[in-house]
């Protein structure tokens, strides 16, 4: 019973850091947030060179690309120039997956579907999220994306405070509208 009792103390005390967390930084600090804004993915490869893994962004890139050619042509060269860079064993750009995951690819490569490389993709996205991203939220470069981020923000903020301030500025009238044309 103790145990159970420890156990859901630690329960709430992690949901209480959890809920910190959002309410002093709304907009959440998470990988998609990092990866969505052009300064944060630059900030990230800078950190993933550092720590002789980049492939894995530059592959996770390269398959949002992918995604979004329709021609089964292009679709099938890129696909195949994905697998030699990126998915190979020796590859020059190795990402760590495994063999199923990679076999599963290699055979799609006949006729690539959007979703060729879905799997991968993830486990490459969990992978930088789970082992990379926590050690790049403790650097500089990380605080100084954040502090952007708020900065953009809080500037989005006063402009929309300045438009309802301002309300009048919306219902001016132009003296010629008020002309009939009877």
């Not at 020796?90 to 490389?117: A, H, M, W």
């Amino acid at each position: 019973m103790y145990g159970f009792l420890k156990k859901s103390k630690t329960a709430v005390k992690d949901t209480m850091k959890i809920q910190e967390t959002y309410e002093t930084n709304p907009w959440g600090d998470s990988l998609e947030t990092v990866l969505s804004q052009k300064s944060g993915r630059s900030a990230f490869r800078d950190f993933l060179k550092l720590e002789f893994c980049e492939e894995n962004l530059e592959f996770w890139l390269a398959c949002k690309e992918y995604r979004s050619f329709d021609c089964l042509e292009e679709r099938t060269q890129i696909a195949a120039s994905i697998y030699e860079e990126f998915i190979r064993e020796g590859s020059p750009k190795q990402v760590n997956l495994d063999s199923y995951t990679r076999e599963t690819i290699r055979q799609s490569l006949e006729e690539p579907g959007s979703s060729c490389f879905a799997m991968a993709e993830r486990k490459i996205f969990i992978l930088m999220e789970n082992c990379s991203f926590p050690r790049f939220t403790e650097t500089e470069p990380y605080k100084l994306f954040l502090n952007s981020i708020s900065k953009q923000r809080d500037l989005k903020k006063k402009r929309m405070a300045m438009r309802i301030k301002s309300p009048v500025e919306d219902f001016k009238v132009n003296p010629l509208h008020l002309v009939s044309k009877d």
